[in-house]
């Protein structure tokens, strides 16, 4: 058993407010402070809001392990690994995935060298790290692959004000006169990055309205992070004659996803890449079934709350949300089998789960 | 359950094809026309990728593509009465910059274009140039005063020659009026400026060569240089035009020579106003993206200025090239 460490302190790369990674590092500050443990936050680059909350990384304490262990969160490639790498403390790594290279290079050429180095870095520390946790096995899976001696998933705290907040009235009057006109409503919400492929759900969804539903509709939320990629997006819409059908929400307010998540039919997902995905979860939390492209971390997330796919070819994700939506049994298995799996990634769950690894690593020998 | 509903729903995709109810083609053309459309948007919006990294950021200007700028710009914001509300509308966005960055290099590059089509836009630019810049042949710069000043001064009077043969040729890529270049030589170094839009200046112990600074620097033999500073340039270049240019220094820089890089903050960019947004060709990056890509092409000792004053609109970075020379001959490591 490991000497019990005083501290146990964090160092991300970047936290901002709104964001999966940087909600999961400040709830698992209160876990950890609730273990009793001196816990602070150490970040190159902290976003409005948070000044008091995290320091910056060079004020990092550099004890020894008997005293200090850091826990590095990793989901992009960043100097601060460097520094994490040379700390003296026994060191822990909390693993959230880095988008493959091949999938943003094409459009984010910057971000390329950011994940690439990234992945670099993961494989890099891995023999100076004593325990990866992963937020899904998928992830584990690829800490596994880096080199990683023991590796443990520990579930993401997501951030459930997106569940409670209360549906914004306007955005919600808004899609119920759309909704009276006619056809269903499907809804995708991401960050617009290339790796969540917006433009398959797109051609699914002229697939859906030449064979099936006419007046379907597509709401796209998430902040348009890639402005090239985004403008192609529009154009494709407009070259498909889509202006009408497709609606470019951008970042919206907890009240106004929720308005979304409230009145659309179905939840559909085509991205490349997910190390976790927190929206089908969000989806699952307001009752709306899910179709979603099973690769990376979708099938174990979803599991059977949704229909996960074996290809996003546009005609087979069409003909599954049709089928969703025309089937009232399935819907209703899949709306209850959702909120039984939105259930086992409750925050409470997902704090006991991050505790209990660290209350593994502690018992180690 | 859902397993064999995927079964059913795949069933019924291959029956409703037999059937004739999926148009023949349909998801080839829509792949097609994504593609067409991806392509036409990622080639207007990042420079060809090239291995010629010098000739790749000399095109950053591309006279056509400022043409339609400038176009656009008109049709939209300026409508039938062009003079009057050209000049009120260039001024406007560039003080309605909040941004030092936003007036000296995104507004006033692009008038100094505009300037060949209208002499509203010339007297717009004789307004935004710094107090004793604006005589012929001077260029703009982003404000390297201060506590920065002193951190740039000090991080490049490590590039001293030393014991390890580091050689004392500093070159300040895109010098504006070649202020730096001085106080550096005040220094003690031997200290040269480029800049493209600079007419020769000759004198006392500086050397600013009128110069496109990239072609200067690509055209610079391997490890011509103790230390570099790189500043204007850098932000308004593409990403891969990024990358080209932390190449192009870490093939440039002798071993245990040393970078600076002083750049706008990348976050002033959200406040740009649309006009200036749509004249502007390329982005700041963020200082951290700066230092992975000194560190991918092999240098270290990666120091960031951290000013006392946190909202500054300039950051700084610095790195060093390893005495171990681990630069290959393409800049990246072996």
Known sequence: MRARPVRIDQIIP???????????????????????????????????????????????????????????????????????????????????????????????????????????????????????????????????????????????????????????????????????????????????????????????????????????????????????????????????????????????????????????????????????????????????????????????????????????????????????????????????????????????????????????????? | MTSRVVAEIEAEVRELRAAGRVPKGLEDELERRFEEIAEASLVAGSLPASEDAAAAIGRSFNPSQLRRQATMLARRRLGPILRRLERRSILGAARAGESAWLQVHVTADHLERLAARSVFASRALSVLRPRGAASAGATLHPTIDGPLLTWVLEQLDNSRPDASGVPGLVLHVECGDGRIVEALAAQGLDARGADPRLSARAGGATSVVAAGALEYLGAAPSAAFGGLLLSGVVDRLRPGAARALAQLAARCLAPGGVVVVVSARPELVVAMDPVAADLALGRPMHPVTWCHLLAHFGLSELTMFEPDEPETDVFAVSARRPLQDQVGREGRRP
């Open chain 1, 14 to 365: 970047s936290i901002v407010e709104r964001d999966a990674v940087s909600h999961h590092t400040l709830e698992a500050q209160r876990v950890l402070h609730s273990m009793g443990f001196v816990s602070e936050i150490y970040a190159r680059n902290m976003g409005p809001g948070l000044q008091g909350r995290v320091h910056l990384l060079d004020d990092i304490p550099r004890e020894g392990p008997e005293h200090q262990w850091v826990c590095y969160q990793a989901s992009i490639g960043s100097p601060a690994a460097d520094v994490f790498v040379s700390h003296p403390g026994l060191k822990l790594v909390d693993y959230h995935n880095i988008s493959p290279v091949e999938l943003v290079e094409r459009w984010l050429p910057h971000l390329g060298e950011e994940v690439r180095l990234g992945r670099k870095q993961l494989a890099e520390m891995a023999p100076t790290v004593e325990v990866g946790l992963a937020d899904s096995e998928f992830n584990r899976a690829e800490l596994e692959e880096a080199g990683y001696r023991q590796s443990t998933v520990a579930p993401l705290m997501v951030d459930t004000s997106n569940y409670t907040a209360l549906p914004d009235r306007r955005v919600l009057d808004r899609l119920a006169a759309e909704h009276a006109r006619g056809g269903h409503d499907w809804l995708f919400v991401g960050q617009m990055l290339p790796h969540k492929a917006h433009q398959d759900v797109i051609k699914a969804l002229a697939c859906a309205r030449e064979i099936f539903d006419p007046l379907a509709r597509l709401h796209l939320v998430g902040r348009e992070s890639c402005p090239a990629y985004a403008k192609a997006l529009h154009r494709f819409v407009a070259a498909l004659g889509l202006s009408g059908a497709v609606d470019f929400a951008g970042s919206v307010s907890a009240g106004e996803l929720s308005a979304y998540y409230t009145s659309a039919d179905v939840l559909v997902c085509c991205s490349e890449h997910e190390g976790f995905c927190a929206p089908l979860l969000e989806a699952m939390h307001h009752r709306l079934p899910i179709v979603a492209y099973g690769v990376a971390a979708i099938p174990e997330t979803v599991l059977d709350a949704g229909i996960v796919l074996p290809s996003k070819s546009p005609v087979l994700v069409a003909t599954a949300v049709q089928r969703v939506l025309g089937d009232s049994a399935l819907r209703k298995e899949l709306v209850l089998a959702g909120l039984e799996r939105a259930r086992a990634f409750s925050i409470e769950g997902a704090r006991r789960g991050f505790a209990q690894a660290v209350e593994q690593v502690l018992s180690a020998p």
